[in-house]
């Protein structure tokens, strides 16, 4: 039973939860308020029927316990216990299953501000959705509990440091809808508000090409060092210079490197790029030849990113200072 009038109460449903959350919601609210208007009304009857009308009245004995009165009370109040279990469950075992296929977004909480990871490693600080995707949110916080609340979406989840929590909805209109934190711990009065913005596919893909690009507002270094760390490089190369499974990066730039055929080779944007897209060409001198190729996985505009970071990651770069003073005996390592 859908109540219509007081669905104007609750805020928009835009979510194809909202009608699992909505009606047992509105169920429990005929029912509270029915029986508080059943107990207060009969209570009213029975001190205007059974009230004393003057002083030196007394009372009846009265009938006593009456067995089928009692049975007919548990009935019901069983009865309404059971209809609110039946009506809820159903939406709440659905709440906790994410359907097949939902687009993953990693969701840091921190106090004052939310962060949504998209899958790409894209960070933003506005939820998107495309009408229809469902979306399931990873939680975590760094600092304190903290709430997610998106109320169109008939959602909230708390987020509890050192747990992951999960939710996830579908949205079903195509308009900008209040996120908030919306548990209050700690002293601050920094709360996180920010929005869900649920966009039609189109629209959303274009969204997430913008996004994803990753050379928007960034320097090219800041785009090398991006792909340093979301390629993987930093599992095998260090800018410290220390030696891992291969290099380190401190330096690599402009020196000569010594190859395992004997010869030497000067670093420079040519010969970084042959060593990503065909690592195993060259193989420097002292290092296995187990370094994935890059061929497919990084174009010319990319490869450009990480010669010009690894540009400021050498004294031999020019181009910046940063890690030259860093340069010691220590990268030596890799000579
Ligand atoms: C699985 C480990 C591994 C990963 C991941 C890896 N590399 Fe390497 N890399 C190596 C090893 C080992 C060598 C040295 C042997 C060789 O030349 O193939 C090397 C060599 C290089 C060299 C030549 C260094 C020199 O001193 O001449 C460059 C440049 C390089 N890698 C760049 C990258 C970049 C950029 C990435 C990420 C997009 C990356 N590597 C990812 C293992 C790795």
Known sequence: MTMMFLATWLPRAASGNAGVVDGPFQNLYVITAFSVVLVTG???????????????????????FSRPLFGLWMLA????AVFSIA?????????T???YG???????????????????????DTLHAAVGQPVVLTMESTDVVHGLSIPAMRLHQAIVPGRTSRAWFTPTLADTFALQDDIF?????????TALVVQNQADYDAWMQSVADIFAGRTLPEVGELLYNRMGCKACHTINGAKLVGPSFLNVYG???????GSTVLVDAEYIKESILYPNNKVVEGYEP????FLGKLDDKEIGAIVEWLKTLSEHGGAAETGAAAADSTAGGKE
């Open 185 to 193: 711990s700690g002293d601050s009065l920094l709360v996180a508000r």
């Open 42 to 64: 009969l209570a009213l009857v029975f001190i205007r029927t059974f009230g004393r009308q003057d002083e030196d009245q007394r009372g009846d004995e009265g009938s006593g």
């Open 102 to 124: 939902a687009v993953p977004v990693g969701v840091t909480a921190r106090t004052g501000a939310f962060t949504f990871e998209y899958p790409g490693g894209n960070s933003v």
């Open 97 to 99: 299953v994410p359907p």
């Open 290 to 293: 187990v370094m994935t190729p």
């Open 87 to 95: 009506s809820g469950l159903p939406g709440y075992v659905d709440s």
């Open 255 to 261: 020196h000569q490197a010594k190859l395992r055929d």
């Open 77 to 80: 109040a069983l009865a309404m």
